[in-house]
């Protein structure tokens, strides 16, 4: 079994964003980017699939400028064999994102495609269900438990109302959850190693996929402001606020 | 054109964002069409018809659609689009599962997560956990929006009539197969959904002082929460965290205990209407978001808080 896993070059969840003072976006130079967090998650599942013997190969993939290889070289680092990149500047819209996939899915024809369920930069939560959607493929998104089985993968979702389980047949696509696992950290000697590792660099433009824009960005800008609160001397003051000022209690 | 709700439902009754749903259907036109697909939800589809501001109730039965599985329901609303400008449905897990494959097969690009309807075309939603907001404008000739259910208020649920038509069901889709669903019971609300949400942070030292935070919860009626800390530090399962990561939550209150005020955690509750914090550390960020402040030890806080609670004749619930 061949297991494809898209990664995200995305801010780094713990940095304070700012948003730019002309309304057209978020300042990401000399920010620290990072994987995006459930794309962690989707890599490891994919390579402890691949430990115990169930899947042959892991490829990692990522959509985006020359510096999103950094994520599909530590990716390679934690465990996936070889890596793909697919070059294109600016920023794509989760449709023109799975369009692209399908034509790599088209390429590799992997069993599997892993993900995480939604980037933390947008928060669409869109790529893995459009590209399930033009492949026919079943999908299982917020996965937090998957058993691979012969042709089929039993998968745990989270869901609002508790969990479900549902059985997919390969081929399939997974979007990943953060219960799904604990992503490792990559040892020096690993990343070391990942450097030798292949990675095959594509042009978007070379794909034949429509990506232009659908969407319009009119303004982005920041949250409103919350008012500035009051200290309170002690436990009894902190009730009656909430009691009587509040009236939340 | 008039705009496709598609509404949520347990086969037997609406679910509750349902209604939410509704009125923001309604903000982008009058005209809002519900579709409704189960089995054997006949009940849940006069609910719907019930709704003032749904103006036809489209019914579509088959034993493939019990659970609900998106694979199942994408191609009838594929299908009905066309008669439809805008397909609605809330941003849960329902939503986000189904809406994608939707748009998808319609080649539009989906507008997720919606907080304000601006124009039909134009959207706020909030990206990077809510730091910061985006107008969106769709240019697709249809339109694939899901909303925040808690930035909408639910529609009035009774003093409709509208008409119900049978639509035919289409294929199964033979390659997912609903095995389980193990709703978790709980005498708390639901965290995504709480009025009232208490979180304990790192301060909270082990896992045993939860309980603490379980007391004041219990006797509020809240959810609990947690830090991303308190979760990599073992002393909770992961699906409390509340942040960036974990879950955003909205609730009338936040008792941040013994959080210190990491951003990631701050994009997850900043927009909660009433902030409460309670550290020992008066530096700690969280503060500058708290409504009320307390600079105190936890460990002697909290068994007074509980105190205090006892001490009250009546709680809201």
């Known amino acids: 079994m061949k297991i494809l896993v898209a990664v995200k070059r995305v801010i780094d969840y713990n940095v304070q964003i700012r948003v730019k003072e002309d309304g057209t976006g978020v300042v990401t130079d000399n920010v620290k980017m990072s994987t995006n967090p459930p794309d962690d998650n989707a890599i490891e599942e994919a390579v402890k699939i691949k430990e115990a013997g169930k899947a042959t190969e892991v490829v990692a993939v990522t959509v985006g400028e020359e510096k999103a290889q950094e994520t599909v070289r530590k990716a390679l680092a934690v465990g996936a064999d070889r890596g793909i990149h697919v070059k294109v500047d600016g920023i794509l819209e989760p449709l023109a994102v799975s369009k692209i996939l399908q034509k790599i899915v088209d390429k590799e024809k992997p069993d599997l495609v892993f993900m995480g369920k939604q980037a933390i930069d947008d928060d669409c939560n869109q790529t893995g269900q459009m590209l399930s959607a033009l492949l026919n493929w079943p999908q299982a998104t917020f996965a937090s438990k998957i058993d691979v089985k012969d042709n089929k993968l039993e998968v745990t979702r989270e869901i609002d109302e508790g969990l479900e389980t549902i059985e997919i047949n390969v081929p399939a696509i997974v979007t990943c959850d953060l219960r799904l696992n604990e992503p490792r950290y990559a040892s020096l000697p690993n990343i070391m190693k990942a450097k030798k590792k292949p990675i095959e660099e594509i042009a978007a433009s070379d794909l034949d996929v429509d990506v232009s824009p659908r969407l319009e960005q009119i303004k982005v800008e920041e949250p409103p402001k919350r008012k500035a609160g009051i200290k309170v001397a002690n436990v009894a003051e902190l009730v009656q606020k909430l009691k009587n000022e509040a009236k939340v209690i | ?317």
């Open chain 2, 1 to 317: 054109m008039a705009v496709l709700l598609i509404a949520e439902h347990n086969n037997k009754e609406l679910r509750p964002f349902t209604l939410n749903a509704a009125t923001a259907a309604s903000q982008i036109d009058s005209d809002v069409h519900a579709v409704i697909i189960g089995q054997n939800s006949a009940d849940a589809a006069k609910q719907l018809s019930e709704l003032p501001v749904v103006k036809k109730v489209l019914s579509v039965e088959g034993a493939h659609y019990e659970n609900f599985t998106a694979e199942n329901f994408a191609p009838v609303i594929v299908k009905l689009a066309e008669n439809y400008s805008h397909i609605v449905c809330s941003a849960n897990t329902f939503g986000k599962n189904l809406m994608p494959r939707i748009a998808a097969h319609l080649d539009t690009s989906q507008v997720s997560d919606i907080i304000k309807v601006i124009s039909p075309d134009t959207f706020l939603r909030p990206i990077y956990a809510g730091n910061a907001f985006a107008t969106i404008k769709s240019n697709d000739a249809k339109k694939c929006i899901t909303i925040r259910p808690t930035s909408f208020d639910p529609c009035e649920s009774t003093g409709g009539s509208a008409p119900i038509e049978k639509v035919d069901a289409s294929e199964e889709f033979s390659n997912t197969k609903f095995i389980k669903r193990e709703e978790i019971k709980s005498d708390r609300p639901e965290l995504g959904t709480a009025r009232i949400v208490v979180s304990g942070g790192r301060g909270m030292q082990s896992g045993d002082n939860f309980k603490l935070i379980t007391e004041i919860a219990d006797k509020l009626g809240a959810a609990i929460g947690a830090s991303r800390a308190a979760v990599d530090a073992g002393y909770i399962s992961n699906d409390h965290q509340v942040g960036q990561t974990g879950k955003v939550v909205v609730p009338d209150l936040y008792i941040a205990v013994g959080i210190s005020g990491a951003i990631q955690h701050l994009a997850g509750m900043k927009e909660s209407k009433v902030i409460v914090a309670i550290n020992k550390d008066g530096e700690a960020p969280i503060f500058s978001v708290a409504d009320y402040g307390l600079e105190a030890d936890l460990f002697e806080a909290l068994p007074q808080f509980m105190e205090e609670l006892n001490k009250l004749n009546t709680i809201q619930k």
